[in-house]
Every structure is written in C-alpha cells, then in structure tokens.
C-alpha cells in the first residue's frame, strides 16, 4: 500500500485519512484504526515529530509560554497594568516587564506609561489555570501600538492567515506595503502606508475567516490584493 502522510498545515475534514505510517502517532483530535489515522473534526493539520494533531478551525485561545500577542490595557493599576489578550483570564502586566528597563519604576506612575484603552504587543511569561497569567513588554519586539487598525479573527484560524512558512501574511504584506503583527490569540494588528491599503488588508482578513476551510485561499487572496 502506498504511504500517505499529510503536509503540516493542510486543511483536512472529519473523517479524512491523515496517514497510514505506523511510524506516525495519533495526536489530538485524531484516532487510529488500524493502519490508518483518521481525522476527527474539520481543521489544520500539525506535525511535530512524529506526532500527527488536527488545530480545530473554531475555539478559543489558550495562553502558552512564550506566546506573542496583542492586547489591550483595560485598567491602570499603581505596580502595572490589566490586559485583555483574548484569554479566559485578564493577562498582568508588571511595571517590573515594561520594555523600557531604564526606567525608574519606583518614580514612575504606570498612568503616565499606558492608559486604559491603550493598545500593546506582549509576550506570555507565565500561564496557570489558577488564573495567574503574566506578559512582559521587556525586549525590542514589544510596545504600545500606535496607530493602526485591530482586527480580530477565530484564534484556530491564525496558521491560514499566516501559511506555510509565512507564505500568506508575507503576500499580504507585500502587495499592501504594510506592517502587520499576528498573534496565536487572533488578535491582528495592522498599519499600511494609505488607508485604501489598510481595507484591502482588513478584506484579505475577512477572507481568510470565511474561507479558511477551503481550497484555492492563495488564489482568491491574490485577486482581493489586485
């Protein structure tokens, strides 16, 4: 019998037939009968090693260690600040992991830093189901967004809109002269050089809400972005 192993990140629907490798093992949201592993919902496929998952295409976001995400500040306390990432829980973000380290945090008030409102690009430091989560702006990655368009897209549809080896985010980003930022969350920040770029982004986007299931998603993209 001819060997069948699925790409990472292919669309595969419940059912389907991932593999039929003995050397691949069953991951979540798939099964084995005999030979074959068998996809038990709709979704992206994910190989790590020799472990073979399907990434469900609807649920929520379940903060991991070292994630990068966009947030928003919803509340200004004394030693740091409240911020929603999309989780279960609201994220933490001590004054201590504000990314600028030369600052004296026992002088400086955290109002005068960020604001309720205040959009921001973190980084997951800590996750419990106790409900202690932690982010940190400390690196050059990290800041307050300024500016910009955010957009929020299912979290399971986050690899679409991204591609295989960034194919996706990169042709978008190409054909808009844009930044954009992409978090496992869902949450997308963007910033194109006119505000005719920034629609055909937000539209790229939508797109990819709607059709992340589907075949053809590069070809219909690359109609949208002419």
């Known amino acids: 019998m001819e060997k069948i192993k699925l790409e990472n990140k292919e669309i595969v629907v419940t059912g389907q037939i991932m593999s039929n490798d003995m050397g691949i093992v069953p991951g979540k949201n798939t099964f084995r009968i005999g030979e074959k592993i068998i996809a038990k919902q709709t979704g992206l496929s994910e190989i790590k090693g020799v472990v073979m998952k399907i990434i469900p295409?609807?649920?929520?976001?379940?903060?991991?260690?070292?994630?990068?995400?966009?947030?928003?500040?919803?509340e200004t306390q004394s030693s740091g600040w409240q911020v929603d990432i999309g989780a279960p829980h609201d994220a933490y973000l001590p004054m201590t992991e504000y990314s600028l380290a030369y600052i004296d945090t026992r002088r400086t008030d955290a109002m005068d830093l960020l604001k309720k409102g205040?959009?921001?690009?973190?980084?997951?430091?800590?996750?419990?189901?106790?409900?202690?989560?932690?982010?940190?702006?400390?690196?050059?990655?990290y800041s307050k967004l300024k500016e910009g368009i955010?957009?929020?897209?299912?979290?399971?549809?986050?690899?679409?809109?991204?591609?295989?080896?960034g194919s996706m985010i990169t042709l978008i980003k190409k054909a808009t002269n844009s930044n954009m930022l992409v978090g496992p969350n869902g949450w997308i920040w963007l910033k194109g050089n006119t505000v005719e770029n920034e629609l055909k982004i937000v539209k790229s986007i939508e797109l990819v809400e709607a059709n992340a299931h589907k075949q053809g998603l590069t070809e219909k993209m690359e109609k949208i972005l002419k």
């Open 118 to 141: 205040d959009m921001v690009f973190v980084r997951v430091i800590k996750y419990t189901q106790t409900k202690n989560l932690l982010v940190s702006m400390k690196g050059r990655r």
């Open 150 to 165: 955010i957009k929020k897209i299912t979290p399971q549809k986050v690899p679409r809109l991204i591609g295989k080896r």
């Open 57 to 74: 295409l609807t649920g929520t976001y379940t903060p991991e260690y070292n994630d990068e995400v966009v947030g928003k500040i919803i």
